[in-house]
């Protein structure tokens, strides 16, 4: 017995026709109006409207905050790509700085004891002139060593920066050239 007498002896063969009329006509049904309307309004909210207020409500070209003195801009590069990664500029009529991350992050900051941290991808900014040197670690107990760049004159402020990028960091450390702590962080 060979495969087509054992599929004909389990699956007997019918001989019937096929009503192609009935197919025809399920085929050719309307949808209802109200179905193409919210068809039509759900196409538009969905897909229409993001579209649009991204055209409208974003600047062609992003950049530092219009209180940013441009006439002093400072720039930090990732040192294996030499990509720009931070514009940072005096803050016109205020003592702080304004600054744009190349991540799409962006403000005005007025001077202050604080060191703060943003993420991801991590990032920040301390104003104590001491600090030059930052390592973070990773939750798996992993050292990371942070890109570190001062800025002296009216910005007068320290940036740190994960050049890796969204790594998962635990711990922030910055020291001062003789490698003693200055600020210890925890995310």
């Not at 399920?26 to 969905?46: D, H, I, K, M």
């Not at 001077?111 to 993420?119: C, G, I």
């Not at 991590?122 to 060593?145: H, I, L, S």
């Not at 890109?147 to 009216?154: E, N």
């Amino acid at each position: 017995m060979n495969e087509l007498e054992a599929l004909d002896e389990y699956v007997p063969l019918r001989m019937e026709t096929p009503a192609w009329d009935d197919v025809l006509r399920r085929a050719r049904t309307r949808r209802s109006p109200r179905f193409l309307v919210a068809v039509g309004v759900a196409l538009a909210v969905f897909g229409g409207a993001p579209a649009l207020a991204v055209v409208l409500l974003h600047d062609a070209k992003p950049g530092l905050p219009s209180g940013a003195d441009r006439s002093n801009v400072a720039i930090m590069l990732e040192p294996h790509t030499g990509r720009i990664v931070l514009e940072v500029a005096p803050w016109k009529g205020h003592d702080g700085f304004c600054y744009f991350a190349f991540f799409n992050r962006s403000g005005c900051v007025p001077r202050s004891h604080q060191t703060v941290v943003m993420a991801p991808p991590m990032f920040g900014w301390t104003f104590d002139p001491r600090v030059v040197e930052a390592t973070a670690t990773t939750f798996g107990g992993k050292p990371v060593n942070l890109l570190v760049r001062q800025f002296r004159g009216r910005i007068n402020a320290t940036f740190f920066f994960e050049a890796k990028r969204f790594a998962l960091l635990r711990n922030i450390v910055l020291r001062d050239r003789h490698g003693h702590v200055i600020v210890r962080l925890r995310k």
